[in-house]
């Protein structure tokens, strides 16, 4: 079992930064991949953000150039820099992690809204 705690959303201008983090615990030596997901009202989760030793990092489209993810070596640890954030980027972020087992967690979400 993996425990995810987020923190770091809230409210900001466009134009604006934000970071969020995500805390793992448990069976951290499971871990394969991590990553962010995110879900706006009315719309499908989807894929932010992954990083993974053998798979290295992936970020949708849309935010290429804007967030970056990075975690610890111990993969207790994992963050999203998003930067240079627009009114499309509001919805849920979910930290996420794939075990070797292809055993999925997610943590609670946190909101992200940007907005004047």
């Known amino acids: 079992q993996v425990q995810l705690v987020e923190s770091g959303g809230g409210l900001v201008q466009p134009g604006g930064s934000l970071r969020l983090s995500c805390a793992a615990s448990?069976?951290?030596?499971?871990?394969?991949?991590m990553g962010w997901y995110r879900q706006a009202p009315g719309k499908e989760r989807e894929e932010v953000a992954g990083i993974g030793d053998r798979t290295g990092t992936y970020y949708v489209d849309s935010v290429k150039g804007r967030f970056t993810i990075s975690r610890t070596s111990a993969k207790n640890m994992v963050w999203l820099q998003m930067n240079n954030l627009r009114p499309e980027d509001t919805a849920v972020y979910y930290c996420?992690?794939?075990?070797?087992?292809?055993?999925?967690?997610w943590g609670q979400g946190t909101q992200v809204t940007v907005s004047s």
């Open positions: 448990g069976s951290i030596f499971s871990i394969d991949t």
């Open positions: 996420n992690v794939l075990t070797y087992r292809l055993d999925e967690y």
